[in-house]
């Protein structure tokens, strides 16, 4: 036979208490968090945007002298989005820009993109989200993203004014790495 010691004590107030209460407590909250953190986690893994997505220049059509996004990773930040976007310039030196937010349609900043400092994306469907892309509070472009039923591409559209003020459309499809 085992024995087993319970530590008791009365507390200020006159109740006893045990030395295995403060263990429960902390076995709850650290299970409640773990629960947390991996609903986020499944919630995220399921959204088929997330990924790593690499353009498909050969199917793309993008307005000549526009910045092409070569990669565009999205990642989940605890309770956001982060998205990193890698690509060349119209004289091909390297652009590198992050946004972390999330699918709800309001602005959130946008660092290391000279033409923009502010993207919203809202999501329309499992599969479908609009965004707008603004520098100085003007929309400079606005456009859709699709992912294929079978989550192995994507299309964007977009659609604006360039920061020497023409106007472009450009589609792109995007390969899921």
């Not at 319970?6 to 107030?13: H, P, Q, S, V």
């Not at 859709?144 to 023409?166: F, H, L, Q, Y």
Request: hydrophobic share 35%; with cysteine; aromatic share 8%.
């Amino acid at each position: 036979m085992h024995s087993y010691r319970l530590l008791a004590w009365k507390n200020l107030d006159g109740k006893w208490k045990s030395g295995l209460d403060g263990h429960m407590k902390t076995k709850t909250i650290g299970l409640t968090l773990a629960i947390s953190f991996l609903a986020g986690a499944v919630c995220f893994a399921a959204n088929p945007q997330m990924g790593t997505w690499k353009l498909n220049e050969a199917k793309s059509k993008v307005t000549h002298g526009m910045v092409k996004n070569n990669m565009v990773v999205y990642q989940s930040v605890l309770f956001d989005v982060k998205v990193t976007i890698d690509g060349t310039d119209e004289k091909g030196k390297p652009t590198h820009n992050e946004w972390t937010g999330k699918f709800d349609g309001k602005d959130y900043s946008v660092t290391g993109d000279p033409t923009s400092d502010a993207r919203s994306y809202k999501k329309i469907d499992d599969r479908t989200m609009d965004f707008t892309v603004k520098k100085g509070g003007k929309v400079m472009a606005t456009g859709r993203i699709v992912v294929s039923a079978d989550g192995k591409s994507r299309t964007v559209t977009a659609s604006g004014t360039n920061a020497k003020g023409k106007k472009f459309k450009n589609t792109t499809l995007y390969d899921k790495q």
